[in-house]
């Protein structure tokens, strides 16, 4: 079941990559409109010394789900700037070079790379021992300048240029790189908006140096912070435009996802009213709630389960000016086996690998619809958020498709006219 996932996006870089990464530097991205969706549209992240990715000894496994996403996002992976560089111009790359060799023995891939986390010995503030500022600060570095900062370009110029021992390099596989992880959080960065800005732009011009057909995405902020963004969006509107995708972060926390959804659409409004109407976007880092990465007690397994499908349906249907999302990363991966929901990403993946929506959902009451081509054929995804009830699709459709437990789920043959139970996992719909 595996190689379904590995084998159908064949492209150096699709989605994310190949609808941001060949635009030019100055100039924001062309539409796109809606894409089609392949694996690399969903991401997964490894805490580091978790069960996947990377540990302090030397230790290593990618992800055994049956689900393959087909990106991988490095933040909180045991390579940010203070692991690989623990003092000034010592540099540490032997959790980077594991990540690399695993990522070449699973390719295609796309990596998102997430800057972050100044090092002790450059920090602005002392950091103080205790907690996530035992090792680093989020103060920012102490030579930064209005012409960005010297240690900070040095960093950035040896990991764009890095290989592993077996050869695989930065610029070969890291196509994607994000600006400084919730940078509006004072946990991970104490300086200003234009604080930010004066440190990545030489350094934005170093990655795009170092690694061809590159993409880079703004800081991405959490909690729906639009204010934020929109000082960092007039930033680049002001002195040069550094982005090539519009990233945030929203977890659903204990919302569902279709008023979850409304937070996202602020987030979108922001991005087009200071026009990057055209910019891709991705929501980079979502799961139930955040720090524990499990769905609230408040919740069935049912609605849980149902609720993780229709958050990644409706970001990838919801049109934020240049069609649906690029990306949704899951963070947390080993969340998805504890949380038994590897057959429903699974099937998920399945059902939505190779189509494209035709716009947002839409909903009568709790009864929201989806539509969409899917390989060739018309399809829509359906549910209700009230539970139960009778639903009559148009008479084009001629069979449906639901999760029913296993790796792919079931497809059920209906008539013309024929009313189908729906309720809060979606079904899918479908046409000759």
């Not at 393959?68 to 490095?74: A, D, E, F, S």
């Not at 991405?220 to 519009?246: C, F, H, I, Q």
Request: proline content about 5%.
């Amino acid at each position: 079941m595996r190689r379904f996932f590995a084998i159908s996006c064949c492209l150096v870089v699709c989605a994310l990559g190949a609808s941001v990464a060949a635009q030019n530097t100055q100039n924001a991205p062309a539409s796109k409109g809606y894409h089609s969706i392949s694996p690399r549209n969903w991401s997964f992240q490894c805490e580091y010394d978790s069960e996947c990715g990377v540990n302090g000894s030397g230790g290593h496994v990618w992800i055994d789900t049956e689900s393959q996403p087909g990106t991988v996002r490095l933040w909180g992976a045991g390579a940010a700037w203070y692991q690989l560089e623990p003092a000034q111009n010592s540099y540490d790359w032997a959790n980077l070079d594991l990540w690399l060799d695993l990522i070449a023995q699973h390719e295609p891939m796309t990596v998102i790379y997430t800057f972050g986390n100044s090092p002790c010995w450059i920090a602005s503030a002392d950091c103080n021992g205790t907690g996530w500022s035992a090792l680093w600060s989020p103060a920012p570095p102490r030579d930064l300048t209005k012409d960005g900062s010297q240690s900070f370009n040095n960093f950035v110029t040896q990991l764009t240029r890095h290989c592993s021992p077996a050869g695989h390099c930065v610029k070969d596989y890291i196509k994607v790189f994000e600006m400084w992880n919730e940078a509006n959080l004072v946990s991970f960065w104490t300086g200003t908006p234009t604080q930010l800005y004066d440190m990545f732009k030489p350094a934005v011009s170093i990655i795009r140096s170092n690694v061809p057909k590159v993409a880079v995405s703004t800081p991405p902020v959490v909690s729906g912070k639009t204010e934020w963004m929109a000082a960092w969006l007039a930033l680049e509107n002001t002195n040069g435009r550094l982005s090539d995708y519009y990233g945030f972060h929203v977890y659903l926390d204990t919302y569902t996802p279709e008023k979850r959804i409304n937070m996202v659409a602020r987030m979108l409004t922001t991005k087009n009213e200071n026009g990057w109407t055209s910019v891709p976007w991705a929501n980079t880092e979502t799961s139930f709630q955040p720090y524990v990465y499990t769905c609230p007690d408040t919740y069935t397994t049912q609605e849980c389960n149902g609720m993780l499908v229709r958050w990644f349906v409706l970001q990838y249907a919801y049109d934020g000016g240049s069609g649906g999302a690029v990306n949704v990363g899951w963070f947390d991966w080993p969340s998805v086996t504890t949380g038994h929901y590897d057959t429903y990403f699974y099937t998920m993946m399945q059902w939505l690998a190779g189509a494209k929506f035709n716009g947002s959902c839409t909903n009568n009451g709790t009864v929201y619809t989806c539509s969409l081509n899917e390989n060739g054929k018309g399809a829509l995804i359906v549910w209700n958020t009230a539970g139960s009830s009778q639903y009559t699709p148009g008479s084009q459709y001629v069979d449906y498709r639901e999760f029913n437990g296993t790796y792919g789920g079931k497809t059920v043959s209906i008539s013309q006219g024929q009313s189908t139970t729906i309720g809060v996992i979606p079904i899918m719909f479908e046409t000759n």
